[in-house]
């Protein structure tokens, strides 16, 4: 099993900025990729961004030019920088974790990011 938790949600103008962290725990091996992922109210989870553990990234083309997605290896922490927030950009966002990009079998609970206009 793994376990993650995310951070770093909140409130911010657009235009603004904001770091979301997931802590990482358990059986860290049997993972190979992880991402975040953001489910808008009324709408359905969507890739936000993922990251092989070779290097490999995705992102979503509404996010590329704004959101930068890294990892910690020895912290076991993944990390969204997000800049230039718009309030299309409000959801709840997961961290997700599992065998490859396309098949996340662990995820977070979530934390919220809401952008004024």
């Known amino acids: 099993q793994v376990q993650l938790v995310e951070s770093g949600g909140g409130l911010v103008q657009a235009g603004g900025s904001l770091r979301l962290s997931c802590a990482a725990s358990?059986?860290?091996?049997?993972?190979?990729?992880m991402g975040w992922y953001r489910q808008a109210p009324g709408k359905q989870r969507e890739l936000v961004a993922s990251?092989?553990?070779?290097?490999?990234?995705k992102y979503a083309d509404s996010v590329k030019g704004r959101f930068t997605i890294s990892r910690d290896n020895a912290q076991n922490t993944l990390y969204l920088q997000m800049n230039s927030l718009k309030p299309e950009d409000t959801a709840v966002y997961y961290c997700g974790a599992g065998p490859s990009h396309a098949a996340m079998k662990y995820w977070g609970k979530g934390t919220l990011v809401t952008v004024s206009s």
């Open positions: 990251i092989s553990f070779g290097g490999i990234t």
């Open positions: 358990g059986s860290i091996s049997s993972i190979n990729a």
